[in-house]
C-alpha cells in the first residue's frame, strides 16, 4: 500500500526543553541495557533516545535472586539498581554508545544529594552524553531511607543539586509510589527541571502460595508491564495538564497505539520498557505505527497530536 | 555472534511422556548460528498474558533448517506450546548465551538429569560428527521413571554414545541418583558436560574438582529479555560477584559457580 504522506514528509521530530529529539520514541532505564545488547536486533540510528541503566557512583551488586516474576500482564523486579559504576560506564560503555545515531541519555542515581550531585559533575563533560535523567526512586540513607521520589522538598533538593552540575538538559524520572504526582511534578519545575519522565515501577509483591514464601527474595518489587499501563496514562495526563516542562510518558507501552495514547494526553515523548524484553523489535514497531497513525490522520507534524486528546461532547 | 527474532513454523509435536514434548521448528537463522548448551525465548501464545519469552535449550538444530526444542509442561507457558500444531507460528529469540567448550579429545561424559537432558543431545550430536568410538561419549542419564527417557536413551544409543541410565523409582537402569554412575568413568575422562536440577549438578561439580576432572554445568534461572539487559536472571559466582546466567551461561565452569547458596 503506498503511504498517503510520503515518510520523508513527516515530520516526527520533538523537543524535551532544550534536547531535540528526532522521533519521540525512547527507551526506558533498566530494560534496554547499556544500548549495545540490542545492537542485532534494533536499529540504534534509529531512536529518539536511548536511556540507560541506572548508573551510580560506585558499581553496585543488585539483590539476591529470585530478583523478577512474571504477574498477570506485567512483571514485577527486584533488580536492586545492579550496575557497573559511573567510572566503567565512561570507559567501557560510552564508546559503543557514542557510535550510534540515536540520543543517549543517562539515568542517575545515588542514597544522597551529594552523591546524585557528583554523578552529574562527573557526566557533564563526557562526549556523547545529550541529556541526564534523575531517578529519584531510590532511599534517601541520611533521611531514614525515605525515599527521594516520595517527598517534594526532597525531590526539589535533588534538582537543585544536580542542575547546579550541569548543562545537560536534566529530566527528573517520578515514582507513582505518592499520593499527589502533580506536586511531586510542580516541585521539581520549579527546582527548574527541564522534563519530567513517568512512571517509574508500582511496588507490589507475590507470593507462592504452596512453599507459603514471597517470589521475590528481596520480598517487594517494582511493577511493569501492560498491567500498569491505565495507572500511568492517568499520571501523565494529570501532571501535564498542570506542569509547562514537557512530560515523557512510561508505562506498559507496548504497540504504537498505547504510545499514541500518551501523546494525545499530554506527552512529548514515550519510553519503552518492559516491551523491549517481550519483544525486542517494539521500539521500531512503534515508531513505524506512529508514523502510520500520522498518515492515517491526515498529520504531518508529530506535535499537532501532543496533548490533542478531546474533551467534553 | 548474532541473534534473531524469527517467526518459526512448526514442523511437528510428538508426546514422548506424558507431560514430555519435542518440538521441530523451522527457523533457518537460528538453526545455522546455534552452538550446543545455546537457549532460545519462546513467545509462548499471542496474548499479553502470558507476558514474558520462556527459555529453553536448543535440544538439536539441523543444517536443513530446524531446530527442536525438547519441553516438560510446567505451567501456563509450557502447556500453550504443548498445544502448538503443525503450520502454526512460534516466535523466538535466539540463539542465546555461551554455549559448551569441549576439549580437544575425548573422553566426553554428559550427564543429564530430567529436563536437563535437552542441551546434551545437540552436544553429542556435534561432538560425534567426527568419527569417535562410543566410549569417547558416554551419556548418564537420569530421571524418576523409565517413561521419560526411555525414549532419549535410544535416541543417544543410535547416535553412537554409550548410555547409561538412573531412574528414582528404578524402572529403568540403576536404581538411585545418575552421580552414582559417574565415579567408574571418572579417572579416565578428559571433561564432564552436566545439566538438571542444582543439587544433582552441585554433587557431580564436587565429584569432578575431587578428582581434577573439568567440568561444564548448564544452570537455570528466571528470565525476562535472555539479552543481558533485565539484569534479572542473577546467580551468585564464586568470586562472590553475580553471574548473568544468559549471558555470562547458561552454561558455566563449575568452578565459576557458588554452589552452596
Ligand atoms: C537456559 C534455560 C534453558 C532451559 N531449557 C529448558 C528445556 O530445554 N526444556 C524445558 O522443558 N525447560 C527448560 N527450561 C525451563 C523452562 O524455561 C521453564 O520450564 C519454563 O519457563 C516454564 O514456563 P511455564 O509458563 O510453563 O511455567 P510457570 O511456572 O507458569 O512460569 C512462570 C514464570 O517462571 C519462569 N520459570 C518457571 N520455571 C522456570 C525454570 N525452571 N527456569 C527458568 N524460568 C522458569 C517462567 O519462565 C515464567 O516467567 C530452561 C530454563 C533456562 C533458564
Ligand atoms: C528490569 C527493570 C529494571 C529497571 N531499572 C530501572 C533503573 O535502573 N532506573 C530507572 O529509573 N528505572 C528502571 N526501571 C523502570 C523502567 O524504566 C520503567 O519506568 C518501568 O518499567 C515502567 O515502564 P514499562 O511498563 O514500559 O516497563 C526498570 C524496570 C525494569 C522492568
Ligand atoms: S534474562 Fe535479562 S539479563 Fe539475563
Redesign the interface.
Known amino acids: 500500500m503506498e503511504p498517503l504522506i510520503p515518510p520523508t514528509d513527516l515530520d516526527l521530530q520533538v523537543a524535551i526543553g532544550p534536547l531535540r529529539l528526532a522521533n519521540p520514541v525512547m527507551t526506558a532505564s533498566g530494560t534496554f541495557g547499556y544500548g549495545a545488547e540490542f545492537a542485532n536486533l534494533v536499529d540504534l540510528n534509529r531512536l529518539g533516545a536511548m536511556v540507560v541503566k541506572g548508573i551510580s557512583l560506585e558499581p553496585r551488586p543488585g539483590n539476591p535472586p529470585p530478583r523478577i516474576v512474571e504477574t498477570s500482564c506485567g512483571m514485577l523486579n527486584a533488580i536492586g539498581l545492579e550496575n557497573v559504576g559511573v567510572k566503567r560506564f565512561i570507559n567501557q560503555k560510552m564508546p559503543f554508545l557514542r557510535t550510534c545515531l540515536s540520543r543517549v541519555i543517562v539515568n542517575i542515581l545515588g542514597d544522597s544529594i551529594e552523591e546524585y550531585a557528583f554523578l552529574a559533575h562527573e557526566l557533564s563533560g563526557v562526549a556523547g552524553i545529550d541529556a541526564l535523567e534523575i531517578n529519584i526512586s531510590c532511599p534517601n540513607v541520611k533521611k531514614g531511607g525515605v525515599a527521594f521520589g516520595t517527598v517534594p522538598e526532597m525531590a526539589a533538593a535533588v534538582t537543585q543539586a544536580v542542575k547546579r552540575e550541569t548543562d545537560l538538559p536534566v529530566i527528573v524520572k517520578l515514582s507513582p509510589n505518592v499520593t499527589d504526582i502533580v506536586a511531586m511534578a510542580q516541585a521539581v519545575e520549579q527546582s527548574g527541571a527541564d522534563a519530567v519522565s513517568l512512571i517509574n515501577t508500582l511496588i507490589g509483591m507475590a507470593i507462592d502460595a504452596r512453599t507459603r514464601r514471597p517470589r521475590l527474595a528481596n520480598i517487594i518489587g517494582g511493577l511493569s508491564g501492560p498491567a500498569i499501563k491505565p495507572i500511568a496514562l492517568r499520571m501523565v495526563w494529570q501532571v501535564a495538564s498542570t506542569v509547562s516542562i514537557p512530560v515523557i510518558g512510561i508505562g506498559g507501552i507496548g504497540t504504537a497505539e498505547d504510545a499514541i495514547e500518551f501523546l494525545l494526553a499530554g506527552a512529548t515523548a514515550v519510553q519503552i520498557g518492559t516491551a523491549n524484553f517481550y519483544n525486542p523489535g517494539a521500539t521500531e514497531q512503534i515508531l513505524t505505527g506512529i508514523e502510520h497513525y500520522l498518515r492515517q490522520q491526515g498529520e504531518t507534524s508529530i506535535r499537532a497530536i501532543i496533548g490533542s486528546l478531546r474533551l467534553g461532547v | 555472534m ?4 524469527e517467526n518459526s513454523v512448526v514442523e511437528s509435536i510428538e508426546r514422548l511422556a506424558d507431560a514430555l514434548y519435542r518440538l521441530t521448528l523451522h527457523a533457518p537463522c537460528i538453526a545455522a548460528a546455534a552452538k550446543p548448551g545455546q537457549f532460545i525465548m519462546a ?1 509462548c501464545g499471542h496474548s ?6 520462556r527459555p529453553f535449550s536448543i535440544h538439536q538444530a539441523a543444517t536443513s533448517g530446524t531446530i527442536q526444542l525438547l519441553f516438560k509442561v510446567i505451567g501456563r507457558g509450557t502447556n500453550l506450546l504443548s498445544e502448538l500444531r503443525p503450520g502454526q507460528s512460534l516466535s523466538l ?1 535466539g540463539p542465546l548465551g555461551h554455549g559448551f567448550q569441549l576439549p580437544p579429545s575425548g573422553p566426553l561424559c554428559l550427564i543429564g538429569g530430567g529436563i536437563g537432558i535437552a542441551p546434551l543431545f545437540f552436544l553429542a550430536t556435534k561432538w560425534l560428527q567426527q568419527p569417535r568410538p562410543p566410549e569417547s561419549c558416554v551419556v548418564l542419564l537420569g530421571s524418576r521413571t523409565a517413561e521419560e527417557i526411555r525414549q532419549l536413551a535410544t535416541d543417544f544409543s543410535e547416535l553412537g554414545c554409550l548410555v547409561g541410565t538412573a531412574t528414582d523409582d528404578g524402572s529403568l537402569g540403576h536404581h538411585g541418583l545418575v552421580s552414582d554412575l559417574l565415579p567408574p568413568f571418572l579417572s579416565d575422562l578428559k571433561q564432564v558436560c552436566t545439566c538438571g536440577p542444582t543439587a544433582m549438578m552441585a554433587a557431580i561439580a564436587g565429584l569432578c574438582r575431587d578428582t581434577a576432572v573439568p567440568c561444564e554445568t548448564s544452570l537455570e ?5 535472555g ?10 559466582g564464586a568470586d562472590g ?2 553471574k548473568h546466567v544468559c549471558k555470562h551461561g547458561p552454561v558455566f565452569n563449575a568452578e565459576e559457580v557458588a554452589w552452596s547458596r
Open positions: 548474532s541473534e534473531y527474532q513467545a499479553l498474558d502470558p507476558l514474558l519469552r529469540l534461572s528466571h528470565m525476562a529479555c539479552l543481558g539487559a533485565c539484569l534479572g536472571c542473577a546467580i551468585p560477584h553475580y
